[in-house]
Nanobody, 123 residues
Framework: QVQLVESGGGLVQAGGSLRLSCVASRGTFSVYAMGWFRQAPGKEREFVAAISRDLASTGYGDSVKGRFTISRNNAKNTEYLQMNSLQPEDTAVYYC????????????????WGQGTQVTVYS
């Protein structure tokens, strides 16, 4: 069973950038589709980005399109989320997740979750 650990969260001023990382262990990373989700206080968890097993397909939530970029390095068992032009509304706990599907944007398709990393954007 794969285990996921996120890092890279923090406090950043609006307009700034952060890069989140998620390292997988205890599993074959390349067989999983990977995704990022986030949950802001008082809100439901929402889809941020996803990437297919073979890196061929990526997708983004409407609120982050053009600002965030998902990537993965299967040789390093790591996925990334590059976040640019951050805004206060991006403040949330960000979770990485692994799915046994080829590629999915649906939370219900994700079987394994990290513990989350806090991102706080101030104006």
């Amino acid at each position: 069973q794969v285990q996921l650990v996120e890092s890279g969260g923090g406090l950043v001023q609006a307009g700034g950038s952060l890069r989140l990382s998620c390292v997988a262990s205890r599993g074959t990373f390349s067989v999983y589709a990977m995704g990022w989700f986030r949950q802001a206080p008082g809100k439901e968890r929402e889809f941020v980005a996803a990437i297919s097993r073979d890196l061929a397909s990526t997708g983004y939530g409407d609120s982050v399109k053009g600002r965030f970029t998902i990537s993965r390095n299967n040789a390093k068992n790591t996925e990334y989320l590059q976040m640019n032009s951050l805004q206060p509304e991006d403040t949330a706990v960000y979770y990485c997740a692994a799915s046994t599907t080829w590629y999915s944007k649906r939370q219900s398709d994700y079987d394994y979750w990290g513990q989350g990393t806090q991102v706080t954007v101030y104006s």
